[in-house]
Nanobody, 126 residues
Framework: QVQLVESGGGLVQAGGSLRLSCAVS????????IGWFRQAPGKEREFVAV????????RYADSVKDRFVISRDSAKNTVYLQMNSLKPEDTAVYYCAADTIRRYLGSSRVDEYGDWGQGTQVTVSS
């Protein structure tokens, strides 16, 4: 089992930036695909971005493409989500999750992730 801890959320004005971190422990870091998801009040959890287990492939939701960047620092066992040009509609609790299946492109499906962090709140004011 892998443990994930998110940090870096907060309150930011529209157009601003935040960098979220996901610290991963409990198993070999490079064997997991790590995804970022978000959930706004009253809405279902939705896919944001994923970095494949190899670190060579990334995928993004259309709503964040060209604004968000997912990356990792293997020495720190940490995955980052750099969020730029933030919009009020990006307001949500952001979660990172681990996928133990070595998928080439990484999964965008919530049900294919078995381990989740506790989430970090991101609020974007207009």
């Amino acid at each position: 089992q892998v443990q994930l801890v998110e940090s870096g959320g907060g309150l930011v004005q529209a157009g601003g930036s935040l960098r979220l971190s996901c610290a991963v422990s409990g198993s070999t870091f490079s064997t997991y695909g790590i995804g970022w998801f978000r959930q706004a009040p009253g809405k279902e959890r939705e896919f944001v971005a994923v970095l494949s287990w190899s670190g060579h492939s990334t995928r993004y939701a259309d709503s964040v493409k060209d604004r968000f960047v997912i990356s990792r620092d293997s020495a720190k066992n940490t995955v980052y989500l750099q969020m730029n040009s933030l919009k009020p509609e990006d307001t949500a609790v952001y979660y990172c999750a681990a996928d133990t299946i070595r998928r080439y492109l990484g999964s965008s499906r919530v049900d294919e992730y078995g381990d989740w962090g506790q989430g970090t709140q991101v609020t974007v004011s207009s």
